[in-house]
């Protein structure tokens, strides 16, 4: 699943590459995709893009004053092809092509169900994905007192607050991991157990996490983001390896069937 950091690198890569082209055609391949039916892609050809925003893990282009919204859900991403090159070799499902007057933007997803979503609509914030989004964690001002805000006393596992879009924006499966090893905290805990101390670790731990990897996206091709993503993770996705942290080994979180991972040794209560 593509997160604040990935999509915070293809937002510049789009913006560079698209404000004030002009899109020329359109192909919707998989209809399920287009959330708004009553406004077809068809809307877009003839406009010009003049800016390019991430929400959370959304993509935004404004085409003159029209808005294409682009929700990438669990498994989809964008590619690029210049205008006259090569197709770009994908092994994901196409979901749409939109043409420029210099090259096609491709939206594809890769998951074993549609998760994709576009929407064309007036401003942003009519998605209802992005209109309930809470504050950004990736933003260098979210403050620890934010962060207290949004956790505010729940009885809620630290793993599933950081990935509800409603209370932390950008935050997904993989970097919840990361952050929650990093400020060696347990997953499962509730956010309501959490003491002054440990409010700050995983403050620390949200902002070095996230502020890292945006830096370490930067620049990467977008076709590479997801190998980049893997390749950096501690402990997402490395059941059965060594802890980095500690002498113990990282395991499959309890109740996650595999979908998150942490190091019991050094993350529990106990520790």
Partial sequence: ???????????PFLRERLRGHEVVGVDLVEGRALKTRARPLD????????????????????????????????????????????????????????????????????????????????AADEVPAVAKL????????????????ALGGRRKQ?????????????????YSDEILFAARLDPTAHAASLSADEITRLHAALHDTLTAAVLARRGVPIAEQKAAKVAAMQVHGRTGE???????????????????????ACQSSSA
Avoid: Y
């Fill in 134 to 149: 809470g504050p950004d964690a990736a933003d260098p001002a979210f403050s620890r007192e934010m962060l207290v805000t």
């Fill in 1 to 11: 699943m593509p997160e604040a950091p990935e999509v915070e690198a293809l937002a």
């Fill in 242 to 264: 060594p802890c980095p942290g500690c002498a113990g080994v990282v395991e499959d979180i309890p109740g996650t069937k595999g979908g998150g991972q942490w190091c019991p």
């Fill in 43 to 122: 809307e877009l050809i003839g406009r010009r893009v003049t800016a390019v925003t991430r929400f959370g893990k959304h993509i935004d282009l404004d085409l003159d004053g029209v808005h294409l919204a682009l929700g990438f859900g669990r498994a989809g991403w964008a590619t690029w092809q210049d205008a006259g090159a090569a197709a770009v070799d994908s092994t994901a499902a196409v979901i749409a092509r939109i043409a420029f007057d210099h090259g096609i933007l491709g939206i594809t997803d890769a998951g074993e169900w549609l998760s994709v979503q576009l929407h064309v609509v007036d």
């Fill in 158 to 174: 630290l793993k599933a607050l950081l990935q509800e879009q409603e209370t932390l924006a950008g935050i997904g499966n993989a």
